[in-house]
């Protein structure tokens, strides 16, 4: 039986940390997060038991990059309706380039992108295979793939 509120202190943190930077914005990623923890206290009991942390980290990764891709549908369609058109408006150099990824990220495909959100996030590729569903010993070729696709599109934007 899992211990939701040791098991939420110790991934907390770290969570939001990953979702912080996938979305960029302190609200959005502690929204995110709690829905993930939400999701998470309603199916413990439906989850294998040490699978909490992967299923965890697939909801919260899903959960960011769908917040990516709505972003990116709603930019095109309303503009000056988000935050994100406030912040094209008037960006820093260090705001362009964090644009510049998210836009890039929101643009691979779902797998890619949700690898490299785990990479960067510091999970080891046993935790990144469980968390994806995937062998260890296809991670290796498959965050290959996703790096080159990353600096091809990163490149072309």
């Known amino acids: 039986m899992l211990d939701f509120d040791a098991f939420f202190l110790v991934h907390y943190h770290r969570l939001l ?87 890039v990220l929101s643009e691979l495909p779902a797998r890619q992108a949700q690898l490299l959100f785990l990479y960067t996030a510091g999970l080891s590729y046993e935790e990144m295979a469980e968390t994806l569903e995937v062998k260890t010993a296809s991670l290796s070729q498959l965050l290959l793939r996703a790096k080159k696709a990353f600096k091809n599109h990163y490149g072309t934007s």
């Not at 038991?49 to 980290?57: C, D, I, P, S």
């Not at 769908?66 to 709603?74: G, I, P, T, Y």
Request: glycine share 4%; hydrophobic share 40%; charged share 30%.
């Open 17 to 103: 940390r990953l979702v912080m930077n996938m979305v960029g914005a302190q609200q959005e990623a502690e929204d995110i997060v709690q829905e993930a923890f939400l999701r998470l206290h309603s199916h413990q009991d439906s989850i294998d038991e040490g699978k909490h942390k992967a299923w965890l980290y697939r909801v919260a990764v899903n959960l960011g990059h769908n917040a990516l891709l709505q972003r990116k549908r709603h930019h095109r369609w309303k503009e000056n309706a988000s935050v994100l058109d406030e912040m094209v408006s008037s960006p820093t150099p260090s705001d362009e380039k964090a644009l510049g990824v998210r836009e």
